[in-house]
């Protein structure tokens, strides 16, 4: 284990962004030397990595999966690992996931699975919304596409080691959207002259953020900016954005938002007679946990002596693991973290060194149970 939390406390010094994680994926890569997996995907879907460990009989494929990625945030906590690179930091635990699997890694390398593969995939650029559909658009996905996939996310303000679990709706899925609305500048003393775009921003900040009542489950419209002309006294505004955030609980819910969303601003657009544009950015489609895996995971989690949780709401927040509950059935589940420690994101996290031991039993319990 001691091998694992050094490599963890490595990872965490050395942090990369989405779609950067070039040295972390030569660092997994040199790690899993001595493990000989059967076969290795590098550069998957740009800097992701997967390790193939081929059973003694055919059958399933299985899949688990971490992230590679760390943030574009300060590590602020004062540790002998704390990260070196200034306004980085690994402050989401994907140290900690990448850990767990490498010591799953460990275990496949002196025991292969009795039928079918087991694929380790490290997947980049999680916190964007962009891996997970990278990797599934690389070629060699097809050399990997699971009958089966796994995931889990440390949990701040759980209990250390408690294992959150729910059927149907794990996280919520979340878009970023922005909408540009393009009329015409002319002098501030004649804006009759111009198309300025004030009045129909007005009109979608009133309006759109009610359009979730009308979803059947949970839904959100969350406004985080705008913007309108620029600082030019003498000069009526031409150009105006707005942007928001919408989620949902379940996918036809946050496609209906959009659409309602989309021609609402075309409504009003059209109407002022300014041009208006789509910008879509960090989609993370709804994470949906197979209700047949449910049984597994609580059967592993159970065998090692842990009695798993039950959340009654899916959290609101998204995860593009998301992405391969479209592909095959598949489960994500949490992980405590400790009541009393920082969030994540919060400058001040790291990722307990307790719960690689319990994350690593958890994927292994899942391949005998499966
Ligand atoms: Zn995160
Ligand atoms: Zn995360």
Redesign the pocket.
Known sequence: MNNLIQLRHTLHQFPEIALEESQTAQRILEFFVPFKPDQVFEKLGGTGLAFVYKGKKPGKRILFRCELDG?PIEDLKKTDHQSQIPGKGH??G?DGHMAIICGLGEKLAENRPENGDVILLFQPA??TGDGAKAVMADPRFEQIRPDFAFALHNLPGYPLHQIVMRSGTFAAGSTGMTITLTGKTSHSAHPDAGINPAQAIAKLIQELPEFPKQASGFALLTLIHAELGSLAFGTSAGKGSLSMTLRAFNQQDLDVLIEKVKAKALEIGESEHLKVEFNFVEQFAVSVNDPDLYSVVEKAAKNQGFNPTEKPEPFRWSEDFGLFSQVCPSFLFGLGAGENCPQ??EGTYDFPDELIETGVGMFWGILKEI
């Open positions: 943030l402050l989401c994907h999680e916190e994540l994101h």
